[in-house]
């Protein structure tokens, strides 16, 4: 895949963001009584500010991480990493939204599972498939790492709807396709994960990829990230 152009990553989260302020400034309107100026609590309009301000960070992530891999001042930090902590942790950090939605969350891990990767590139990852699945599940959302044929599968999968059948299939940083900034957010996330995924490569040159399906245990859609032994 050619060398993704910054500008166009730049255009791309700045739209998705201007969308995500217009909704937190709706939300913050809704919590406002437009007469007296009083404050009163709505869940709905809680969980909207939540999600929204969740879709910025992991956008200005996004934005950051693949700024300073194409201009060569990322260098990926691998090390042993205990999966059940990393896959719990990552819940907690959304569990107040989950919990406004009214969303459950199993993790299925051994806890005692090690693997060596960059924790920062594979939990922000995880949070920005998150993010994408608490907005499409119907109530019960499902965290999985195990290990398969020598490499490490971590799943995410919902009870939603699905994926698109344009979306399905299994692809690598080079067969991704490439984000265009006339169609908004459309394929940045899904460039942010296979860029992750690439820069875990193993001794022997395999690298890893992602892979989005509607095979998973909930009935709905299912994202994997096969990460290759490194050491």
């Known amino acids: 895949m050619k060398e993704l152009d910054f500008s166009t990553v730049l255009a791309i989260g700045i739209h998705d963001m201007k969308n995500s302020l217009n909704r937190v400034i709706t939300a913050v309107d809704e919590l406002v009584e437009a007469d007296s100026g009083e404050t009163w609590r709505d869940s709905d309009a809680v969980a909207q500010l939540q999600y929204e301000a969740r879709r910025m960070k992991d ?36 569990k107040p939204l989950m919990d406004l939605r009214g969303l459950r969350c199993r993790i299925e891990c051994a806890e005692d599972l090690r693997w060596t990767l960059d924790q920062y590139l594979v939990a922000s990852l995880i949070e920005n498939v998150l993010t994408n699945t608490m907005r499409y599940t119907k109530g019960e959302i499902c965290l999985s790492a195990r290990v398969v044929d020598d490499s490490l599968r971590l799943t995410l999968e919902d009870d939603g709807p699905g994926f698109p059948a344009t979306m399905l299939g299994q692809r690598s940083l080079h067969d991704s396709v490439k984000p265009d900034a006339k169609l908004g957010n459309t394929g940045l996330g899904l460039h942010f994960c296979a860029m992750v ?21 909930l009935g709905g859609g299912r994202f994997l990230l096969r990460l290759p032994a490194l050491m």
């Open 59 to 94: 956008n200005l992530t996004k934005m950051l991480t693949i700024y300073r891999n194409d201009h060569g001042l990322y260098q990926p930090d691998f090390a042993p990493v205990n999966l059940y902590e990393l896959l719990e942790d990552c819940w907690l950090n959304n």
């Open 197 to 217: 995924a690439n820069l875990h490569h193993a001794p022997d040159g395999q690298r890893g990829w992602i892979e989005l399906n509607n095979d998973g245990c």
